[in-house]
């Protein structure tokens, strides 16, 4: 066991531990309190008329303090063994659900709405959860503050909970469990108890403000959107028909007939101003060292390109033609998913990797667009794009402008003055001279090289 893997370790099971910094924070208080106002008074006397008068007030806010804390922490003993007790007599179960929503001007949002059936908040306490996925990963804490009755009845049937889920990647997630936290009012301990949860949820990818694109289908397979330019359409079945009175007996297929005896002729290929659907290629296939693909760099450079690759899909979607997404590695989804719900998931759990390369990946005859990014093979690519025609769509996406800082010295800030806000800010802090910048940024210029050199039309995001 590795020191990440030990640190995650203690961490989860920290949650069992009952009392908090704020324990020690109460105590430290009321001990002082208790001291400050209990002191005796030298000669009996005191400095002041008014002092006795404080003290008293001082005194009976303490008690009450106390008093109500009291309450609100043997509440909080009550809901949680009964809560225990309907958890052992499988009365209760914990609920999650997760959406993903949009609002005006805002980019999508993941939400997770938890609920739990049966229990009671304490008074004046909280009653918290919190999700454990992947490799003992924790979610931020949520609140299950919302009553939910029971229809026609004034009567709790469950407690409800919606918070924003903030995650680190655009991928799927492997959901193992969850934990519920009964608190009192003053936090001053926490008890825990693990609640068993299985299942799936992924982090889709969010569109760019600049979304938008344009291509031109290759081939058409259904004559229903007409274009300005003629596109090749296969013949019919196996591209052979009978013959018929008429027909070329030169075109005639003498194998087919040999082993069928059946006369059948070539359908040639025709072509026709029509187009139908648009085939798209973005393609996850990277050039360096494999541990460099693993870290926390590579991530964040891949939710950028999953993001990007997800804006062009969604600007040519707006187009008058059908887009289909062609994926570079196998991934296994419902067939109850729509299209753009498909390609949305399969972007979400592609990752980088050193496989399928991209000859073997993109067809120039069929391809459209290709996304690449700046982990792609300069030669490799050179060798694809003689292969293409200008009527090839490429987006380069730059994925290390996702660490880049733009402020002057602002990383010298963030690295002595500024504390960082989330691991995108620090990696943005350290990349200046991380030995994965210096090999990007070398590929990246023989990247923009051999596209200049191309006849393909091609962009930089």
Partial sequence: MDRKQLKWKLRYYWQYFPFTINTVLYVVAAWASFKLLYKPVPNGEYPSPFLPFVILMGKLTLWFVIALGLVSMFSTLAAYFYYTWLRESNKTALRVDFSLEESAGKLPRLFLTASIDGIFRPILGFVKGRLYYDDNMLTDSFGLLTNKRKPNSLRRAAITGKSRLYLPDIKEYDLKGGFIYFQDMLHIFSLASAHPLQGHFYQPPVLKKNNDADAQPKTTETMEVRIDQLRRVDGEYLNYKDFESGDDVRRIVWKVYAKNRELVVRVPEMFEPFASHLYFYAS??????????????????????????????????????????????????????????????????????????????????????????????????????????????????????????????????????????????????????????????????????????????????
């Fill in 284 to 461: 996850f296939h990277a050039r360096t060292q494999k541990q460099w693909l693993n870290d926390d760099y590579a991530r964040e450079m891949l939710n950028h390109y999953k993001d990007c690759v997800w804006t062009i899909y969604d600007a040519l979607g707006k187009k008058d033609w059908e887009v289909r997404f062609i994926p570079d590695q196998q991934i296994s989804l419902s067939d109850q998913m729509s299209e753009t719900e498909r390609t949305a998931r399969t972007i979400s759990n592609s990752a980088w990797h050193a496989d399928r390369s991209l000859l073997d990946y993109f067809n120039p005859s069929t391809g459209a667009v290709l996304c690449i990014s700046s982990f792609s093979d300069p030669a490799e690519v050179a060798e694809l794009l003689e292969k293409c025609t200008p009527a090839t769509i490429v987006y380069f996406i730059r994925v290390s402008s996702v660490l880049r800082s733009y402020a002057p010295l602002r990383w010298i800030s963030r690295l002595i003055f500024l504390p960082p806000e989330d691991r995108l800010s620090r990696l943005r802090a350290t990349w200046p001279f991380a030995p994965l910048n210096f090999k990007l940024r070398k590929n990246e210029k023989e990247l923009i090289a051999v596209l200049n050199k191309s006849a393909v039309t091609w962009g930089e995001i």
